[in-house]
C-alpha cells in the first residue's frame, strides 16, 4: 500500500499543476474545479484510498487534452499494479490525439510496448518497438526491449542482430552475451547432427568471448560423443583454466574422459594440483575415491585431514556412508541417526546461486531465470554446499 501512495504523489502533483496551468490560461471557459477535487484526491491519498484517488487524478486529467504526461504517469501506475488493460486503454487513446508533440507520442509508444510485454502480446510490443528504431526516438531503450522479446522468443539470430545494432547505438560491448546466443545456436546445431553449423557457430561464440566456458563444455560434449576423448580432455581443462568455479560440472565427464583413455594416473595428478588452489569439496571427494581404490585407512585419513582445512557435510556424509557398513550394534544406530539428519538438512538444499540476484536452485542455468543475465549462476560455496 505504502508503494502505491509513493506512485500516486507524482499523478497527483502532475494532475493538479496542468490543471491549474490550464486554468490560468484559460479564465474565461469552463473547467475542472482544482481547489475541490485536486485537494480531494490528496485526500484519498492520505487515507489510503488509493482507487478513489485514482478515480479523482483520472477525471481531470480528462478534462484538459493537453495533460499528456499526467495520461503517462496513470498509465505506467496502473501496468505496476498489474491493471495492464487499463494501461493499455489509457496509452492508445493518447496516441490517438493527434495533438501530441513527436516526444509525447513516442514516449506514449513506448509506454504501450511495454504494456504489451507485461501482458504477454510480444509481437505487438516488438512492432511498436521497431516503430521506434524507424522513427529514430527512444532507440537504445527500444532495442534493449527487442533484445529481451527475442531472447523470450528464443529467436537468438534476432537477438544477435539487435545486440550488434544496440552497441553500434551505445558504443558498449555486448559479446558475452552475444557468445551465449552464439551457444544457444550451436546447442541446437548438436542436437540435430549438424556439424558444419556447430563449428560455424562456436567459432563466432569464441570470437564474441574467447573465454566462453559454455562454448568450450559444448566442444568438449561433441568430442566425446565422437569417442575423441583426448580433445575432450583438452577442452575440459580449457573450462578449468577459463573459470575453476565450473570445475564441479565438468569434473566427472572429465574423469570418464581420463579413464577411457587409461590415463587414471593424469587424473590424479590433475586432482592433486586443483586441490591446491580450489577451495570446494568436489575434488576433494574424487581423489578420496581413488585413495579408497587402494587403500581405505589413507582415504579416511586423507578425507579427515581435508576437513580439518575445509569443513563440508557432503565431507562429513562421505565419511558416515563409508564407516556406515563397517559398523555394528550400538555405533551402527548412531551411525544411521547422523546419516539420516545429514540428509534431512542436505534435502532440496539450493546447488546453485546467481551472483547477480540471488535466485538459487538445483540445476544450473545459464541465463539466470530470476534477472536474465547470462553467466552470473555458479555453485554455491559453504560448509553445506560445494
Given at each position: 500500500m505504502q508503494e502505491l501512495l509513493w506512485l500516486l504523489l507524482p499523478v497527483a502533483a502532475a494532475s493538479g499543476w496542468m490543471a491549474a496551468r490550464r486554468n490560468k490560461k484559460e479564465d474565461n471557459k469552463p473547467c475542472f474545479d482544482v481547489s475541490s477535487d485536486y485537494f480531494k484526491g490528496l485526500n484519498y491519498l492520505l487515507n489510503e484510498q488509493p482507487d478513489k484517488a485514482i478515480e479523482v487524478f483520472v477525471r481531470m486529467a480528462e478534462v484538459d487534452n493537453d495533460t499528456?504526461?499526467?495520461?503517462l504517469a496513470l498509465g505506467s501506475l496502473f501496468r505496476r499494479r498489474g491493471e495492464v488493460d487499463r494501461a493499455i486503454r489509457i496509452h492508445q487513446n493518447l496516441i490517438a490525439r493527434p495533438t501530441l508533440s513527436h516526444e509525447q507520442r513516442s514516449h506514449a509508444l513506448f509506454e504501450l510496448g511495454e504494456d504489451y510485454m507485461k501482458a504477454g502480446l510480444l509481437d505487438r510490443a516488438e512492432d511498436l518497438f521497431q516503430e521506434l528504431i524507424e522513427l529514430k526516438s527512444m532507440v537504445p531503450k527500444a532495442l534493449k526491449h527487442?533484445?529481451?522479446?527475442?531472447?523470450?522468443?528464443?529467436?537468438?539470430?534476432?537477438?544477435?542482430?539487435?545486440?550488434?545494432?544496440?552497441?553500434?547505438?551505445?558504443?558498449?560491448?555486448?559479446?558475452?552475451?552475444?557468445?551465449?546466443?552464439?551457444?544457444?545456436?550451436?546447442?541446437?546445431?548438436?542436437?540435430?547432427?549438424?556439424k558444419l553449423q556447430f563449428s560455424r557457430f562456436i567459432e563466432q561464440a569464441f570470437a564474441h568471448d574467447s573465454s566462453c566456458v559454455r562454448a568450450s563444455i559444448l566442444v568438449a560434449k561433441k568430442a566425446m560423443n565422437e569417442d575423441n576423448y583426448d580433445r575432450a580432455i583438452s577442452y575440459f581443462?580449457?573450462?578449468?583454466?577459463?573459470?575453476?568455479?565450473?570445475f564441479p560440472k565438468v569434473i566427472q565427464s572429465?574423469?570418464?574422459?581420463?579413464?577411457?583413455?587409461g590415463k587414471?594416473?593424469?587424473?590424479?595428478?590433475?586432482?592433486?594440483?586443483?586441490?591446491?588452489?580450489?577451495?570446494?569439496?568436489t575434488p576433494v571427494l574424487y581423489r578420496a575415491e581413488e585413495i579408497l581404490s587402494e587403500d581405505e585407512g589413507e582415504a579416511i585419513a586423507f578425507m579427515v585431514e581435508q576437513l580439518r582445512h575445509k569443513p563440508s557435510v557432503r565431507g562429513l556424509q562421505w565419511l558416515v556412508e563409508l564407516n556406515l557398513d563397517r559398523s555394528?550394534?550400538?555405533?551402527?544406530?548412531n551411525l544411521t541417526i547422523l546419516r539420516d539428519l545429514i540428509n534431512t538438512l542436505m534435502q532440496n538444499?539450493?546447488?546453485?546461486?546467481?551472483?547477480?540476484?540471488?535466485?538459487?536452485?538445483?540445476?544450473?542455468?545459464?541465463?539466470?531465470?530470476g534477472c536474465k543475465q547470462w553467466n552470473t549462476i555458479k555453485p554455491i560455496k559453504g560448509v553445506a554446499a560445494e
Open positions: 499528456a504526461e499526467t495520461h527487442l533484445i529481451d522479446i527475442y531472447q523470450q522468443e528464443q529467436d537468438w539470430e534476432k537477438a544477435i542482430e539487435i545486440c550488434n545494432q544496440y552497441d553500434r547505438e551505445t558504443g558498449k560491448d555486448s559479446g558475452v552475451v552475444i557468445a551465449q546466443y552464439y551457444c544457444e545456436l550451436a546447442e541446437k546445431s548438436l542436437q540435430t547432427g549438424d581443462l580449457q573450462v578449468v583454466s577459463q573459470d575453476v568455479e565450473y572429465l574423469k570418464e574422459c581420463y579413464t577411457k583413455t587414471e594416473k593424469e587424473m590424479s595428478q590433475f586432482l592433486n594440483g586443483i586441490l591446491e588452489h580450489y577451495g570446494g569439496i555394528e550394534g550400538r555405533a551402527r544406530e538444499k539450493p546447488v546453485y546461486e546467481c551472483n547477480h540476484c540471488g535466485f538459487s536452485g538445483k540445476s544450473m542455468h545459464w541465463q539466470c531465470p
